[in-house]
């Protein structure tokens, strides 16, 4: 079973970065690309970017472009989500995903994805 595990998550003042983590028991279980959603009370998880294992090319939702940047290490078998300049809008629990069949057309979909973390909680307020 694979397993994803976050880390990173905390308190933060608007304008400030943050950087999550999410490490992968297994790179190699087939998966295409790895995503992070967010979800606030009462809405669903919503894409915020995605990667590709193989080339690294990332793809972001129009909210975080410019300000968030997502990466891979493929040797560590984990992906990071740099988060800069936040807002208080950015106040979430974010979740990391594995795509066994990654499509760009579906990349945004939460059910694209195979493979879910526990989240971890950013809150930016001042």
């Known amino acids: 079973q694979v397993r994803l595990v976050e880390s990173g998550g905390g308190l933060v003042q608007p304008g400030g970065s943050l950087r999550l983590s999410c490490a992968a028991s297994e790179r190699t279980f087939t998966s295409d690309a790895m995503g992070w959603f967010r979800q606030t009370p009462g809405k669903g998880r919503v894409f915020v970017a995605a990667?590709?294992?193989?080339?690294?090319?990332?793809y972001y939702a129009d909210s975080v472009k410019g300000r968030f940047t997502i990466s891979r290490d493929n040797a560590k078998n984990t992906v990071y989500l740099q988060m800069n300049s936040l807002k208080p809008e950015d106040t979430a629990i974010y979740y990391c995903?594995?795509?066994?069949?990654?499509?760009?057309?579906?990349?945004?979909?939460?059910?694209?994805?195979?493979?879910w973390g526990q989240g971890t909680q950013v809150t930016v307020s001042s």
């Open positions: 995903a594995a795509d066994e069949r990654f499509q760009i057309a579906t990349m945004t979909w939460e059910s694209e994805y195979d493979y």
């Open positions: 990667i590709t294992w193989s080339g690294g090319r990332p």
